[in-house]
């Protein structure tokens, strides 16, 4: 089974800031999906990004990229220019790659407060 | 276009009566998935459909949790004689997909599911 772990359960950056988001997960498989999603409290559950494990370059999306490390089985977010609207709880999540369905195993989340 | 949508937003019961909560996928969304967040256990997957396939129901809690998809699209998640531990948001995803690949898993809203 893959667990997903999240050491952070709380984190702020003032606004314009740079802030880093940790997650490590333990797996067995070679073929598989990583995604960071943000749920702020209004519930809805927000793609921020996306990386394919077979793909070494990092997934970058605008202000948002990530630090994949699959020996380590590490994948952080980081977060540059920090806005107001970024405050909310962020889940790291494992995808297998399998080619039937799959289901997301998800970490336990940050929250993530970003201070004018 | 339109996203996964879900209904009711929120939904108070009262202890051993039923409950059912719908989801709309993307159009075109041939994957579907039901999770449950709680305080205390997190983000949990519950069930997935795919096409015209016998779903995966692997993460149904219990019995009395049951769930269809009608016509490949709309879905519904019953459950019968409601606990008080079922309170949760219940929240829906839907993919496509596509050969040879693994689609990004939207999410709808999610029902807050309260038991008195």
């Known amino acids: 089974a893959q667990t997903v772990t999240q050491s952070q359960p709380e984190m702020s950056v003032q606004e314009a800031e740079t802030v880093t988001l940790s997650c490590t997960y333990d797996?067995?498989?070679?073929?598989?999906?990583l995604f960071w999603y943000k749920q702020p409290p209004s519930r809805q559950m927000i793609l921020v990004i996306r990386?394919?494990?077979?793909?070494?370059q990092n997934a970058t999306e605008n202000r948002f990229s990530v630090n994949f490390q699959k020996a380590a089985k590490s994948f952080s977010l980081k977060i540059s220019d920090s806005q107001l609207g970024d405050t909310a709880m962020y889940f790291c999540?494992?995808?297998?790659?399998?080619?039937?369905?799959?289901?997301?195993?998800f970490g336990e989340g940050t929250q993530l407060t970003v201070n004018p | 276009g339109a996203g996964v949508s879900q209904s009711p937003s929120n939904k108070v019961t009262e202890k051993g009566k039923d409950v059912e909560l719908r989801c709309d996928p993307i159009s075109g969304h041939t994957a579907l998935y039901w999770y449950r967040q709680s305080l205390g256990q997190g983000l949990e997957f519950l069930i997935y459909f795919q096409g015209n396939s016998a779903p995966d129901k692997s993460g149904l809690p219990s019995d009395r949790f049951s769930a269809e998809r009608t016509g490949g699209s709309v879905s519904t998640l019953t459950i019968q004689r409601t606990q008080q531990e079922d309170s949760a948001v219940y929240l829906c995803?839907?993919?496509?997909?596509?050969?040879?690949?693994?689609?990004?898993?939207?999410f709808g809203p999610g029902t807050r599911l309260t038991v008195l």
């Open positions: 990386q394919e494990a077979y793909k070494q």
């Open positions: 995803a839907s993919s496509s997909r596509r050969t040879g690949g693994k689609d990004t898993q939207y």
């Open positions: 797996t067995s498989e070679n073929n598989y999906y």
């Open positions: 999540a494992f995808m297998r790659g399998e080619t039937s369905g799959s289901r997301l195993t």
